[in-house]
């Protein structure tokens, strides 16, 4: 049985003569990259020390304060929005937003190196017009998501929290329950079965009584304390 003939491609930065000089980890690449990372840090830990939360301890803001300002929790009202829209009886969608479309973007990031492998070398006008497209591609992924951040955050009171929350309100008030599993399945149980609330309700505006404190009012009481709490 006569052997087919296998072609080898030598990869050129691999083709002889020996040897080469090749982009070693120690210490060039190590030395580069703790440097970077090393800078990275330090400007957050600039800007976390000149650039503070405006907040006066002698006077606490109140509930209604913080309109606008940006803070971490924008990524988690983001991330809600799904529990804020689909109540009642398009809650039945809500794995969607919650589960697999995050899941997607995850799968997504995995298959990055599948999608974009690396493939012959194109005509300069084609690898142009490729570079442009795949540019405004990484721009849209990015800008999608930031933009949605941002206008779900917009709206919050940020800096309003510790008006309430502070140990001076009362016992464990800046603080998680102390039995928080018991705290929900029981005492939360409790106070729904009383008929106080209607679980699941499709009823969520500012004065609703809407689900009893689930991501919805969590939501709600985010974006309006004064009037969900």
Not at 15 to 22: D, E, I, K, W
Request: hydrophobic residues 45%; proline residues 10%.
């Amino acid at each position: 049985m006569a052997h087919r003939k296998i072609e080898i491609i030598m990869e050129p930065k691999y083709a002889p003569p020996y040897p080469q000089s090749f982009y070693a980890f120690w210490p060039k690449h190590a030395v580069k990259a703790g440097t970077l990372i090393s800078l990275i840090f330090l400007g957050l830990l600039l800007l976390s020390y000149f650039v503070r939360v405006p907040m006066d301890p002698a006077m606490p803001p109140m509930p209604e304060e913080g309109f606008h300002i940006p803070a971490p929790e924008w990524y988690l009202m983001f991330l809600f929005q799904p529990f804020w829209y689909l109540t009642g009886d398009n809650a039945k969608w809500l794995s969607v937003g919650t589960f697999w479309l995050p899941l997607l973007a995850v799968v997504f990031l995995f298959l990055v190196p599948v999608i974009f492998k690396k493939r012959k070398v194109p005509r300069a006008g084609v690898k142009t017009a490729t570079t442009m497209t795949l540019a405004v591609f990484i721009g849209l992924v990015w800008a999608v998501p930031m933009g949605a951040v941002v206008s779900s955050g917009y709206s919050v009171k940020t800096l309003g929290c510790p008006s309430c929350h502070n140990p001076m309100m009362g016992q464990r008030q800046a603080l998680p329950p102390a039995r928080m599993g018991e705290y929900y399945r029981v005492e939360r149980q409790r106070q729904v079965n009383l008929g106080g609330y209607n679980v699941g309700s499709e009823d969520t505006g500012n004065h609703a009584g809407g689900s009893y404190k689930d991501a919805n009012w969590q939501l709600r009481h985010v974006y309006t304390p004064t009037q969900t709490w």
